[in-house]
């Protein structure tokens, strides 16, 4: 099955300052890759996903980069302000069936 | 759009009764619904998957009669928790996707269930 990784799993940024997560995945097969914010005591929420056919998206402040070849994704928060402070989940699934999630990073803005 | 709701979002209960968690979606037909559990600074762990009018896929090692799940109609899947343990005390979350094919998952906002 598939099997995803991330990395950091904790990371402090200052204010305005640029957040960079990575997660690589297993199964080349998978072709849908979300990404999930989680704020304490709440439910994830999608703030961005991409599909395997584009490399980039971009959403104002957030962007995903995929690389199929190297089987990684990476999600970019630029100009960080602290309600960005939350957890983030990378996941990765094949058309209509299951997501497999990352760990989890731990993202801290500093005021 | 795409909202999904849980009920209740905190339950606590005396070992050994059952607790229903209710997750419905509210301006969308759920096709399918996925059921997680999520311990405290952990990923989630999907628990099973339910597609409307028909039995439940359950993951390897969640017992089936243990928990519950009820998909019955597009907008509403209920889990229940027989028996409840104190083990099993952990945040339970629900998500849903649509029909149209889309592969994106909605989550709800989770359920707290403390077992004494």
């Known amino acids: 099955g598939e099997n995803v990784e991330q990395h950091p799993s904790t990371l402090s940024v200052q204010e305005g300052d640029s957040a960079v997560i990575k997660c690589t995945y297993s199964?080349?097969?998978?072709?849908?890759f979300p990404w999930y914010k989680q704020e304490l005591g709440k439910g994830p929420q999608l703030i961005i996903d991409?599909?395997?056919?584009?490399g980039e998206k971009k959403d104002q402040r957030i962007a995903v980069t995929l690389n199929k070849t190297a089987k990684h994704f990476s999600l970019h928060i630029t100009e960080t302000q602290p309600e960005d402070s939350a957890v983030y989940f990378c996941?990765?699934?094949?058309?209509?069936?299951?997501?497999?999630f990352g760990t989890g990073t731990s993202l801290t803005v500093i005021p | 759009g795409a909202v999904v709701s849980q009920h209740p979002s905190r339950v606590i209960c005396k070992s050994g009764t059952s607790v229903k968690i209710e997750c419905r979606s509210l301006?969308?037909?759920?096709?399918?619904m996925f059921w997680y559990r999520q311990f405290p600074k952990q990923s989630l762990m999907l628990m099973a998957t339910?597609?409307?009018?028909?039995?439940?896929?359950?993951e390897q090692g969640v017992e089936k009669d243990k928990f519950l799940i009820n998909h019955a109609s597009l907008t509403l899947s209920t889990l229940t928790v027989a028996s409840a343990h104190p083990e099993d005390s952990s945040f339970y979350i629900c998500?849903?996707?649509?029909?149209?094919?889309?592969?994106?998952?909605?989550f709800g906002p989770g359920t707290r269930l403390l077992v004494l």
């Open positions: 301006d969308f037909q759920a096709t399918t």
């Open positions: 996941a990765a699934s094949t058309t209509g069936n299951q997501f497999y």
């Open positions: 991409i599909r395997s056919n584009v």
């Open positions: 998500s849903a996707r649509d029909g149209t094919g889309k592969e994106t998952q909605y």
């Open positions: 339910s597609n409307e009018g028909s039995k439940a896929t359950y």
């Open positions: 199964d080349s097969a998978s072709n849908y």
